[in-house]
Every structure is written in C-alpha cells, then in structure tokens.
C-alpha cells in the first residue's frame, strides 16, 4: 500500500499563495489517481481538487475553481496543490488521498472512493 505525506501548509495572509506538497512511498503514485480534501473546524471534509493517474484529468470543487490548480510529477512520487488569491474561507486542514482506481483517466470527487490518507497539513489565511 500506499503512504502519503503532505507539506507546505502554514498562515498567510488573504490575497496570497501557498503550494502544498503531497510526497508517495511504499508504491508508485501512477497506480491512483489523487484528490485534496480540507476540512474546517465543525465542517465536513470536502472534496478541493483532483487529479486522474495519467495527469490528464482535473476538477476543482466550485468554491476553489480558478484559483488552485492541481498537477502531479509521476517520476517523483509527488502531487503538488497550487493555491492563489487565499481567501479566509479556504482556512483547514488539507489532506492528500489516493483511489486505486484501475483507469488512467479516472477521477472521482467522493471521499469514499479515496483508499489512503495522509496525515493532513494546517492552512490558516488570516491578517
């Protein structure tokens, strides 16, 4: 199986920029396709953005869509979470997962699709 590892989180201030990382070991990361999720403190967490195994598929949930942007590097085990314009709202907890979906192309924005977890890393956007 899989394990995941997420950096890059951190407090920065509404208007500004944060990548996060989310690094692979114990299996090669082309085998899933990859989401981010967040979750708020009393939220449920939700689906933030996606990508399929080949890289070729994304979505975006709506509140984030066209201001983070997902892309992965299938040689280095990483998939890569850019988020521009931070906005308070987008404050949480943010966790890579991965489905072992057997499509390249595949993608899916439900939580229960998603097989492993990683540990989660703090956004706070905040003045």
């Known amino acids: 199986q899989v394990q995941l590892a997420e950096s890059g989180g951190g407090l920065v201030r509404p208007g500004g920029s944060l990548r996060l990382s989310c690094s692979a070991s114990?299996?090669?990361?082309?085998?899933?396709?990859m989401g981010w999720f967040r979750q708020a403190p009393g939220k449920e967490r939700e689906f933030v953005s996606g990508i399929s195994r080949n890289g070729g598929e994304t979505a975006h949930g709506d509140s984030v869509k066209g201001r983070f942007t997902v892309f992965r590097d299938n040689s280095r085990n990483v998939v890569f979470l850019q988020m521009d314009a931070l906005k308070p709202e987008d404050t949480g907890v943010y966790f890579c997962a991965a489905d072992r979906t057997r499509w390249p192309t595949n993608l899916s924005t439900h939580i229960s699709d998603y097989d492993y977890w990683g540990q989660g890393t703090q956004v706070t956007v905040s003045s």
């Open positions: 114990g299996r090669a990361m082309n085998n899933y396709a």
